[in-house]
């Protein structure tokens, strides 16, 4: 096993053995449900920076992969969406964080009348080899696990994803990531690794890594100001910046000419004529905003037309776009 696995394995038994309040820092408020009572000891285990689960991704009763359980509080909240029997399926490769989680969602049985253990099944596995069947999942997810990953394990951590996934379905990740080069001293430090901290990417090539997947559509849901890697505390000259990004990524087809990548960008056609139609799909109502993915906005860009306007990205988007 890699160095740096071995250092991320010894960090999470140490975490499930004792909570550390202070190893992660989510950049959203933990989602505030009717009927949901979420116990205190998933709180001080709740090792994300930021949210994977989103109402919208959580009907119909889906099957949800989450991979990296921590202390089971997403385990938890995916549940709420999923009351059946193995609707929620849970793999970790620390024993001691498998055992905490288990010994945590029988305090939750106890503290919500709507859930039952069995909603929950939980795995020992790795996300390099995921011990789960050929597209099975509607909703894979994962929140700050796959920073950690060197670039080959991301890869690889990709690809499980997408072989569980059904045609459509949908992996939803959290992470952080950087536009501030990384020195090779942090990227080559096991435990700041393990801290999901030092294998942060710049978000293009992390987008790119996903889609080389065979991920045909990718929304950006968040991007938020995380953490600061500063000379005085860390093996750096400057000082690295880092952001929280949320991420959809949909199991859709590959389109001809590429990914559809959404970073909340928008197009507003406000000429004279009641519409654009662009004859790519794509009708722009007059003075009506429409979500465009960034290669429809730079489509659009390049007619060079002046009665449309086409917004930067705002690295917020949540449905309603062109594609």
Not at 64 to 70: A, E, P, T
Request: net charge negative.
């Amino acid at each position: 096993m890699s160095n740096y696995l071995d250092a991320t394995e010894d960090v999470y038994r140490k975490a499930a053995l004792t909570p550390d309040v202070g190893l992660c820092c989510t950049t959203t408020p933990v989602w505030q449900l009717p009927q949901l009572s979420i116990p205190k000891i998933m709180l001080e285990m709740n090792y994300g920076c930021g949210s994977t689960v989103h109402p919208r991704d959580l009907v119909n009763n889906p099957t949800i992969l989450y991979v990296g359980i921590g202390g089971g509080m997403e385990v938890l909240q995916f549940a709420y969406f999923s009351r059946k029997e193995n609707g929620v399926i849970g793999v970790d490769i620390v024993d001691e964080m498998i055992e905490a989680c288990q010994n945590n969602l029988v305090l939750a049985e106890k503290e919500n009348d709507w859930f039952k253990k069995e909603f929950v099944s939980v795995r020992k596995g790795s996300a390099l080899a995921l011990p789960i069947e050929d597209s099975s999942i509607d909703v894979a997810a994962q929140n700050c696990l796959f920073n950690i990953f060197t670039k080959h394990d991301l890869e690889l951590a990709l690809k499980e994803m997408y072989r569980v996934l059904k045609p459509h379905g949908r992996l939803v990740l959290s992470d952080p990531v950087t536009e501030n080069p990384m020195p090779e001293s942090l990227k080559n430090d096991d435990r700041l690794r393990a801290l999901c901290l030092s294998g942060s990417l710049p978000l293009a090539e992390y987008l790119k890594m996903i889609t080389d997947a065979g991920f045909g559509t990718v929304e950006v849901r968040a991007k938020r100001p995380y953490r600061i890697l500063d000379p005085g505390h860390y093996d750096t000259a400057e000082n690295i910046f880092l952001e929280s990004v949320e991420v959809c990524a949909i199991k859709d087809p590959m389109p001809a000419d590429g990914p559809c990548i959404f970073t909340g960008k928008t197009a507003i056609y406000y000429g004279n004529e009641q519409y654009f139609d662009d004859h790519k799909g794509h009708t722009l109502m007059q003075n009506q905003p429409l979500s465009v993915c960034d290669k429809t906005a730079q489509a659009i860009k390049n007619l060079g037309r002046k009665d449309i306007f086409v917004s930067e990205s705002t690295y917020f988007y949540d449905g309603g776009g062109c594609c």
